[in-house]
């Protein structure tokens, strides 16, 4: 719900003061406060627990009278340190972090943006721009939303500044963004350009990132904010394996079920910063968005600049609750794919069963033997095209290699239907091989520094997207193969970052566009894809889960985690993920054992358990199982459709976490109506003489009476929830589940 309304304030030493006009957000749980001064400052005053219906501008401490800027105006390079901001500029005082720094014709950085209207509106726009038709934001769905347009203007470039707040009432959501109009008649450039700005009167806080490198993506870690900046941030052109574009501030004390906590996401997949900012007075300022780093975007009189989305949301009641918050809005609001609520088919990908050794029979003896087992569907991975034998070239020539797949494509995807299976297919669309046609031919279309050596990572280049002329070159390619047979899945691979960033195309003047534009470009090309061939199942991937974002998540509704398929490295990892990213959106597959990342042997149970955590598959030759796992394989498929409806669109919780204690690791997924669970238990390490463990459901009906199928007997919700369920397990990397169902 937004309110708005004006207000007298009086200062506290005589009776002068100032009208402001204010701005209240109210989700079901959260209040979030601010308002206009006199002077036309954006003011910030208040994020947290719901406020009464009051009027809050008392929260934005103008009545305290040397410190007004409209009455201490000779003070006001002091004052402009003191006060919270809703998109702080650079250049007028105010030495924290700003939102906006621009470069006038004059060559001059300094800007002064001031309220000038403001607008509410029902649902939220789209986010585009000029030469860009879609950028990746939430929008209203299955959940409605209401947004507050407040424009902003600096006279002294005659640019407007629309900042946009979308409320999510029911999801306790609020989504931020800023555009940026060029209304004069000169181009400006932005330095920098934020999507959002929230300051606290307290630096009681803790910082949470998700942090890692490939094969240990997306870990947990927690510290405290001292004074100064501290951040998470990606340099590499993609939202990377090294860190993620989340952060949550959280109270000393917050654990899954207590304690405040504020999450923030930046629907971006390119270079991104999150940063915290403790500054004098102990107050703190987050300020998140597209990093500055090598970043600069010519603003053309006419034109306009949209800073990607970032979502914000508050949990009164621990970790949990936010978690749950994000994986709602993303799964309703966020998601385009038509298969976000859809069970989806339950796949065997070729990568760690051949790698690029194997020919059209191998890929169907595989295919034979996973429809026995009742696996719906075959993925082909890299190693299909062109002369590609390794990962030294070919990548940009998707021509399908029929010596390698006898009798074509085709003839592979009509034998594997025959089987009653469906097919999907590898592409990494946004690389070029140093061997390859195309490189050959058009050595320009890769991005780079005329002149300078370019380096290479697993021999080959990145594909400059920020042209559309490679882009229609490389989406014609997909689209006659994608055309050429019934394929229904398409796995898309990034598997380097960007160096020697340039473009042969664009002028002197707009070579530090090229980040961004790289990534409108990525994003132009998989909207063609998803627009083009909408009932095609797409999964992102980049070197495992080096671009696991919500700006990856508008396209395809799973993203492949990490290429590391360890069962207990995967626990670490599935459950940083999950603090903001939906398990539905989670790849997860049943490996070889030891596993090939890290040497481990786990049982086939626990694999599969963990498996089930995510959108569940095979990643293994079934020809060369054992007989013993054969077997399983069947009833692991039997069990995770009976639950996969709760994956898909249950609640989530994390019961146990092995990261603080070494031995357990448990997790939950509840039904909506709170009519069934699913409980997960890992025992991760063993222990002599330790007794057994009662792990603790939640969010179940505190009244109703839940047959636990496992033990056989019911208990009440309450008596679950309080007392536990007693786990014993016998040995390290074994696994138990447990089904609760209301009777």
């Known amino acids: 719900m937004i309110h708005t309304y004006d207000t007298q304030i009086h200062y506290s030493r005589d009776m002068n003061g100032e009208t402001v006009t204010c701005f209240r957000l109210d989700t079901k749980v959260s209040t979030y406060f601010f308002a206009a001064s006199d002077a036309k400052f954006l003011l910030h005053g208040y994020y947290g627990s719901r406020a009464g219906q009051d009027d809050l501008s008392f929260l934005l401490h103008l009545d305290v009278y040397p410190h007004t800027v409209k009455s201490n105006l000779r003070e006001k390079g002091v004052i402009m340190g003191a006060y919270g901001f809703e998109y702080p500029c650079h250049g007028i005082g105010d030495y924290r972090e700003a939102c906006l720094m621009i470069e006038d014709k004059a060559g001059m950085t300094t800007c002064d943006f001031r309220y000038v209207s403001h607008e509410v509106m029902k649902g939220k726009p789209k986010l585009s721009q000029k030469d860009f038709d879609v950028i990746p934001a939430t929008f209203e769905g299955e959940n409605s939303c209401e947004t507050l347009k407040v424009t902003l203007q600096d006279s002294h470039t005659d640019l407007t500044l629309e900042l946009y707040y979308s409320v999510f009432e029911e999801l306790d959501v609020i989504t931020r963004s800023a555009r940026l109009v060029n209304g004069s008649g000169n181009p400006v450039t932005i330095r920098r350009i934020f999507s959002t700005c929230v300051d606290y009167d307290e630096s009681d806080f803790e910082m949470i990132t998700l942090n890692g490198s490939w094969g240990r993506e997306r870990v947990i870690e927690r510290y405290p904010l001292r004074h100064g900046k501290q951040l998470v941030d990606s340099i590499c052109g993609e939202s990377s394996a090294q860190s993620n574009p989340f952060a949550a501030l959280v109270r000393p004390g917050t654990d899954e079920e207590q304690g405040e906590a504020y999450g923030f996401n930046l629907v971006y ?43 914000i949301t508050y949990s009164a009641s621990g970790l949990g609750t936010m978690s749950r918050n994000f994986h709602d809005l993303y799964r309703g609001n966020l998601i385009r794919s038509k298969y976000v609520r859809e069970e989806r088919p339950i796949l065997i990908n070729n990568w760690e069963a051949t790698f690029f050794d194997f020919d059209t029979e191998k890929l169907l003896s595989i295919a034979r033997e996973s429809a026995k087992l009742g696996i719906e569907m075959l993925v082909m991975d890299d190693g299909w095209f062109g002369r590609r034998e390794n990962d030294d070239s070919s990548l940009g020539d998707w021509k399908v290699n029929e010596e390698k797949l006898l009798g074509g494509l085709k003839y592979l995807v009509d034998e594997v239907n025959k089987l009653g299976m469906k097919f999907g297919i590898w592409f990494e669309p946004e690389m070029v091989s140093l061997d390859s046609e195309l490189f050959r031919a058009h050595p320009d279309w890769a991005i780079q520094v005329p002149g300078r050596e370019l380096t290479l990572r697993r021999n080959q280049f990145v594909l400059d997207f920020s042209r559309k002329d490679v882009r229609d070159y490389v989406y014609g390619m997909m689209t006659a193969v994608l055309r050429s047979a019934n394929i229904e899945y398409v796995k898309w691979d990034m598997n380097r970052s960007l160096t020697e960033v340039g473009s042969a195309l664009l002028p002197a003047r707009q070579q530090r566009e090229v980040w961004h534009r790289y990534v409108l470009g990525v994003y132009d090309l998989m909207n063609r894809l998803t627009t083009d061939f909408p009932d095609i199942l797409l999964e992102n991937c980049s070197s495992g889960g080096a671009r696991f974002d919500p700006g990856m998540l508008y396209f395809s509704p799973q993203i492949w985690t990490s290429d590391n398929t360890d069962a207990v490295e995967r626990l670490k990892i599935q459950m940083g993920t999950s603090l903001c990213y939906p398990p539905s ?21 626990t694999r599969g358990d963990v498996a089930m955590a995510g959108t569940f598959g095979y990643e293994l030759d079934v020809t060369e199982m054992s007989e013993e796992d054969l077997a399983a394989v069947p009833k692991q498929i039997e069990t995770y459709k009976k ?78 929830m309080n007392c536990g369920l007693r786990v014993d397990l016998w040995g390290d990397f074994v696994s138990k589940r447990y089904h609760l169902v209301i009777v």
């Open 585 to 605: 959106a989670m790849g997860a597959h049943v490996s070889v054992s030891p596993s090939q990342a890290v040497g481990r042997a786990t049982p086939f149970a």
């Open 643 to 720: 639950y996969r409806h709760l994956v898909l669109n249950g609640d989530y919780y994390r019961l146990s976490y092995h990261m603080c204690d070494a031995k357990w690791n448990a997790w939950e997924f509840v039904a909506k109506d709170r009519s069934e669970a699913l409980v997960t238990v890992v025992q991760v390490m063993s222990r002599a003489n330790s007794p057994a463990v009662m792990i603790k459901p939640r969010g179940l009906d505190p009244e109703a009476m839940y047959l636990v199928e496992e033990v056989g007997s019911a208990f009440s919700g309450e008596t679950l």
């Open 269 to 311: 997949s390119g270079n991104f910063t999150i940063e915290a900012q403790v500054a004098q007075q102990h107050k703190t300022r987050l300020v998140a968005g597209i990093h500055d780093y090598d970043f600069a975007w010519v603003l053309e009189p006419d034109y306009d600049f949209w800073a990607p989305e970032c979502v």
